[in-house]
């Protein structure tokens, strides 16, 4: 995450980039999911 320090210091201090990361881990695998659950429905 190279431009998280900018946005900590730009007044963002209180932002959970932890969170925000696990976050869009979740979001990504879940896309993925829907991916393969559209493939599986196609070839049925």
């Not at 946005?7 to 896309?31: C, D, H, P, R, V």
Request: proline fraction near 2%; aromatic fraction near 14%.
């Amino acid at each position: 995450m190279p431009f998280s320090e900018t946005l900590l210091y730009s007044g963002y201090a209180n932002l959970k980039l932890t969170e925000i990361f696990i976050a869009a881990i979740f979001f990504a695998s879940s896309g993925a999911l829907m991916d393969l659950a559209m493939d599986i429905s196609a070839a049925i």
